[in-house]
């Protein structure tokens, strides 16, 4: 974005979770000292650093305004808000689509979910289609360049026999195929078992949350030597069934219906409410804290790049205030999701950037900081932010696709092409809408038909969708 564009629209992003501020903290609920302490993101380019460990955490449905640091007024994050402090906070970042797996494989592939036939499902439900093992892959490609790679906790990009992290480039795994799995008894939506080392079975009946913080505690705690590492460590928090650590009767009343054959049970339609939710979530924030202070503590916390978002937006209880939408959805609620970034040994704590960024652009960044190379055969959809982030470049206006079926967006600089189910073209523009209530299709005509005419050329180039 040039100079003259962010002067044009940084007031009313500000007003938003912004930079600088009583007012702006006062109109999302953040703490006017804390706010204050943000400043517009800077690279500092003299600073030199060894290949960092990168340790990527995902959130799972959890909404762009349920961390404290986003403005939420209810929901207690002092971990991620710390994490926040001492990196870059994203305002206008993206999922790579509005569902799980979709989003999964836009991440591990650094490419639009329609690029192959897996990220066509939105998300995976049955084991007919996956993440083709022969695909070059994040893990892969990193595992090339002399990483060591684990992922740790949700996979949903495929299942055994066919597909699986250790197939893709992870040398380790830990956790659950599926998309979403009972948090006792590790059921998932089928009724099957759900939880795996390896290709294996592993049987450990206690809250899922605690399980995975520990395997990712143990992990950066170990002593890899020289070489450094990556792990994806996915929670399924605050993924449905709404069941917190503790909520031994609830978690068996749901696996009690599973058991009956009662389709759709893990989806707990009759549960929840905002507290259990924000119970969830202030768990999520805890674990994230724990692995953390594991990381301090092995004494590479500032080589490590760590990286937090949500794998796209809320869902029914989550807090996304001031976006329309959400999971599912490719209004704003649906795909712009929190996201943090801090490296110590590189960039500068208390900042915030309002460039608009998305998850394939990760995927590049994470490839290029890590001195691997994308393959030749498979193009990547993203941009590196590495010379953004490292060196201050200025990042070029592009656009950024999505397309779910009977949804299609397109974001470039402030302006976002919107098409939903059944609606017409709409165009908003963000800086002064961000919750997409005026449309503006009728005042910028050609501007509306060159948005729709970008997203169409993209289009053209990926895999159909099934009948």
Known sequence: MSSASYEKSSLSRRAFGGAVGAGAAAAVGLPAAAEARERPFRAAPRRGAKRPNILFIL?????????????????????????????????????????????????????????????????????????????????????????ATALIGKWHCGYLPDYSPTRSGWDEFFGNFGGALEYYSKLGLGGEYDLYEGDAEYKDLRYYTRILTERASAYVRRDHGDQPWLLNLNFTTPHWPWIADGDEERSAEIVRRIKAGQQGALWDQDGGSVEKYTEMVQDLDRSIGDVLRALRRSGQERDT???????????????????????????????????????????????????????????????????????????LDGTSLAPYLLKGEELAERELFWRVRGERALRRGDWKYYRGKGGPDQLFNLADDRREQADRAADEPRLLAGLKAAWERTDRGLLPYPA
């Open 305 to 379: 790049l760590v990286f937090f978002a949500s794998d796209n937006g809320g869902e029914r209880f989550s807090y996304n205030w001031p976006l329309s939408g959400n999971k599912g959805s490719l209004k704003e609620g649906g795909i712009r999701v929190p996201t943090l970034v801090r490296w110590p040994a590189r960039i500068d704590g208390g900042q915030v950037s309002h460039e608009p960024v998305f998850t394939p652009d990760w995927t590049a960044t994470l490839l290029e900081i890590g001195g691997a190379r994308p393959a030749p055969g498979h193009p």
């Open 59 to 147: 959130g799972d449905d959890l909404g762009w305004a349920d961390l404290s640091s986003y403005g939420s007024p209810h929901i207690k994050t002092p971990n991620l808000d710390r994490l926040a402090r001492e990196g870059v906070r994203f305002t206008d970042a993206y999922s790579g689509s509005a569902t799980c797996s979709p989003t999964r494989f836009s991440l591990y592939t650094g490419r639009l979910p329609g690029r192959t036939k897996g990220g066509l499902a939105e998300p995976i439900a049955d084991k007919s289609v996956g993440l083709d093992p022969t695909h070059p892959t994040l893990a892969s490609l990193l595992r090339d360049a002399g990483y």
